[in-house]
């Protein structure tokens, strides 16, 4: 198996102001825990261009805050050179990965597309991470205790695949 030095992981969801930002706090919070921030680069974006420059939806800046986690990114599209520049792209949900495979096929790029519930042990088949978009704050922690068990899932299947 190729060992890597570093690795680098983008999110990504619809708007970038729920679900993705989420996963990518969770994810920078826990790899810090593990001393493991300068070997994995972290960073989300979406598919859609509604929310570009704004911050993360209130709703999960104070679930992160609940779980001392800062969110402090502004949403932004994915663009070509993701695909060039990041070794793993994370889909929320497969309306995701489908536009994202659709993108990929026009720009081409390295980068591995995975759905991210693909690395949810707990499950057989996979799923998405429900858009709690239009749902209430319980919705959001619902979130958080997903992509927190998934990120921590991730890191152990990345760390196998680093030079440490
Ligand atoms: P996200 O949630 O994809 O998890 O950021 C959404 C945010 C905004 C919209 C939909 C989903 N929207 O339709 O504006």
Not at 45 to 72: K, M, Q, Y
Request: aromatic share 8%; proline share 3%.
């Amino acid at each position: 198996m190729t060992t890597h030095n570093t690795l680098s992981v983008l999110f990504v969801c619809l708007g970038n102001i729920c679900r993705s930002p989420l996963a990518e706090g969770i994810f920078r919070q826990r790899l810090s825990e593990k001393d493991l921030d300068n070997k994995i680069q972290v960073d989300s974006a979406g598919t859609g261009d509604w929310h570009i420059g704004f911050p993360a939806d209130p709703r999960s800046i104070s679930v992160a805050e609940e779980n001392e986690i800062l969110l402090d990114g502004k949403a932004r599209l994915v663009r070509q050179e993701d695909f060039h520049c990041f070794d793993y792209i994370f889909a929320m949900d497969r309306h995701n990965l489908n536009d994202l495979e659709d993108l990929q096929r026009q720009h081409g790029g390295k980068a591995k597309i995975r759905l991210f519930r693909e690395f949810d042990t707990s499950t057989e088949s996979t799923l998405d991470v429900p858009d709690p978009y239009y749902g209430g704050i319980e919705d959001f922690r619902e979130a958080f205790d997903l992509l927190d068990k998934t990120c921590r899932e991730i890191i152990d299947h990345l760390v196998e695949k680093l030079a440490l």
